[in-house]
């Protein structure tokens, strides 16, 4: 391979090996570095459009046909990156410009499942990968009555049904996805592990962890620190949520002082629990007020409306409207058929204008919150368009995930009056309910979105063995979210298969970093448009200043250290869950007042 490799680029054999020992090659110049990093882009921007229109079709029409195009466009995208990525190493040595240096070292760490240097290895590995995410799209649970549901009819189930016999069921059916793909997924631990180590990474997580303008090991020690500032938190919105459970189904159902059993928590993988609000709303405080599923059904609102809604609230900033290939290419709904892969993304085809969404928008108030989450992405997506193409991305992958959350924090009941869903927002005696529906998702949320990658880092770094792939799992959830299986599981189930992310390979840690993130980011932008009053009834809808000061940082892509980006932003230099604990303060003294007498933790 190494010589077929480099010999399509002139390079004698001499050359490949040194350049895959990592050691220097004589006469090297950075005009040199400058001829192949422009060659690189080139030749990435080309094969990304032909890889990422064949991702589109595959995860829109569902088919042995459709994945197998899908699998030979990536394979081709993921050999020629890592062929680059292993030929830029002979200008390691080499004294660059800063920006051909970045460039280089985002070349080397630009890729989520590296391929082997051997064809067929490199061929396997996107096989596997493509058919796990179609498997998991053409995911179902029958009951035994014959209706087969497919993910969004699993969710509505796990997010409005109250009968536990009902929801074991979901949740154990669902669970049953995964299962199928363990051996797979072993295989594809093994061949990504193996394109690492020919990158010169020990693993594929050490890989991931590498891409945060820090050391592996700085990066976990990052996410450990960050998790300790907001436990306190997620550990009194525990305690109450499970005294609320215990009033509704039982001591026999949930134990009092221990885990609560992940299927009664609203949502198939208890990431989230805004969907049990109505179970653990205060009963002795003021309601929200409005419910804004209501608010959107009785509009009669459809998916493109609640799409346009969201690009409303960017453009009040001052950005430019979406293209009009976005509406015509986008897809808002699920088709009636066929199979599609309904888990909202957004992507940007050609790296300039050709941005879409695939969602199958329902009209609820999580999906109206969705959208704008995902409009963020688009706009980002869109600001960095000028950038060389190796700093087309978000200055670090948690800062893509929360601009749009930051935007969604935005939608405050003020905001709603102002696009006209609500006639008059309530006051300040509605806070308490206002905020424990957020906490249910933004609080909730932190231990699940941290827990994800610990456990892939121990699976790529052998920690974690197949032989205890289901028990590690369960040990990461048990620990950090006190969740508990509602029933026995065993090695014969692949739980984390269950998980989008987990067969689509992608990394999970930007979620949790991304929840820190936006309420830094969602602080500065307040501060921007002159807002002084509570944090949690800041909307900046309609500020061009800060609009201004998101478009500056949305434009600088991945050029320079996130560090410095975060700084321009927010004058802050490290992500810092302050702001977070700051919006939530009200909420987090009030939960203790609920939890007095009763045990906290499990």
């Known amino acids: 391979m190494q010589r077929n490799l480099f010999a399509r680029f002139g390079v004698a054999a001499a050359l490949a090996a040194a350049v895959l020992a990592g050691r220097p090659l004589s006469g090297q110049t950075a005009a040199e570095a400058a001829t192949f990093i422009t060659e690189t882009e080139r030749e990435l921007s080309e094969l990304g459009l032909r890889a990422n229109q064949a991702a589109w079709v595959a995860a829109n029409f569902i088919t042995v046909d459709t994945e197998a195009l899908s699998a030979e466009a990536q394979k081709n995208l993921a050999v020629a990156f890592q062929r680059r990525a292993l030929d830029a190493r002979r200008f390691d040595n080499v004294q660059l410009p800063a920006e051909q240096r970045r460039k280089l070292t985002l070349l080397k760490l630009g890729l989520t499942a590296p391929p082997p240097g051997n064809p067929d290895e490199a061929s396997e590995l996107t096989r596997t990968q493509v058919s796990m995410e179609a498997d998991y799209g053409r995911g179902q649970f029958c009951r035994p009555g014959g209706e087969c549901l497919d993910i969004g009819g699993v969710s509505r189930i796990m997010a409005t049904s109250r009968n536990p016999a009902e929801l074991l069921e979901t ?14 997924y072993t295989r594809f631990v093994e061949l990504s592990n193996k394109g690492a180590r020919e990158l010169g990474q020990p693993n594929t997580g050490a890989l991931w962890r590498s891409q945060y303008d820090m050391s592996p090991d700085e990066l976990a020690a990052e996410t450990d620190r960050l998790w300790e500032q907001v436990r306190p938190l997620y550990e009194s919105l525990h305690a109450y949520v499970r005294a609320r459970l215990v009033q509704q189904y039982g001591p026999q159902v949930v134990d009092p002082d221990g885990m609560i059993p992940a299927h009664l928590l609203g949502n198939v993988w208890a990431q989230e629990w805004g969907n049990i609000y109505p179970v653990v709303a205060p009963q ?42 976005f509406w015509e290419r986008s897809l808002l709904t699920k088709p009636a058929d066929r199979d599609v892969v309904c888990h909202a993304s957004a992507w940007d085809i050609d790296d300039q204008e050709d941005l879409r969404i695939k969602m199958c928008i329902e009209p609820t108030a999580e999906d109206f919150v969705t959208i704008h989450h995902e409009l963020g992405h688009s706009f980002y997506q869109r600001a960095y368009k000028d950038q060389s193409p190796l700093f087309r991305n978000g200055a670090n992958d948690g800062f893509h995930e929360a601009i749009g959350d930051a ?3 935005a939608i405050t009941p003020e905001y709603l009056v102002r696009v006209g869903l609500l006639q008059t927002a309530p006051g300040a005696a509605a806070d308490t309910a206002l905020l424990l529906r957020q906490a249910l998702d933004k609080v ?4 699940f979105g941290l827990l994800v990658d610990k456990w892939r880092w121990g699976v790529f770094s052998g920690e974690i063995t197949p032989a205890n792939y289901n028990a590690a799992w369960w040990e990461l959830r048990n620990r950090y979210q006190g969740v508990a299986a509602p029933v026995a599981r065993s090695e014969a189930d692949f739980d984390p298969g269950a998980k989008y992310h987990i067969p689509a390979n992608t990394p999970y840690m930007r979620y949790f970093l991304a929840r820190v993130l936006q309420f830094q980011f969602y602080r500065a932008l307040c501060r921007e448009a002159g807002y002084t009053g509570p944090l949690h ?8 200043e800060a ?17 410095q980006t975060l700084y321009e932003m927010t004058g802050e230099r490290q992500m810092d869950a302050g702001a977070m604990m700051e919006y939530f303060a009200p909420l987090k003294a009030w939960l203790d007042r ?9």
């Open 537 to 544: 009834r800041c909307t900046f809808y309609g500020s061009t």
């Open 594 to 602: 609920q939890n007095q007498g009763k045990p906290v933790g499990w």
């Open 444 to 447: 909730a949320f932190l231990p």
């Open 284 to 325: 002795n405080a003021a309601g929200a007020g409005f419910d804004l599923t209501e608010l959107i059904q009785a509009r009669g609102l459809n998916a493109v409306q609640m799409a346009r809604i969201g690009e409303g609230f960017f453009t009040s900033l001052g950005f430019d409207s979406l293209p009009g290939t």
């Open 407 to 409: 935007v969604a924090l």
């Open 171 to 184: 949740w154990t059916g669902w669970h049953a996805v995964g299962a199928p793909m363990r051996p797979r």
């Open 547 to 563: 609009g201004a000061r998101l478009e500056r940082m949305l434009q600088a892509g991945s050029s320079q250290p996130w560090q």
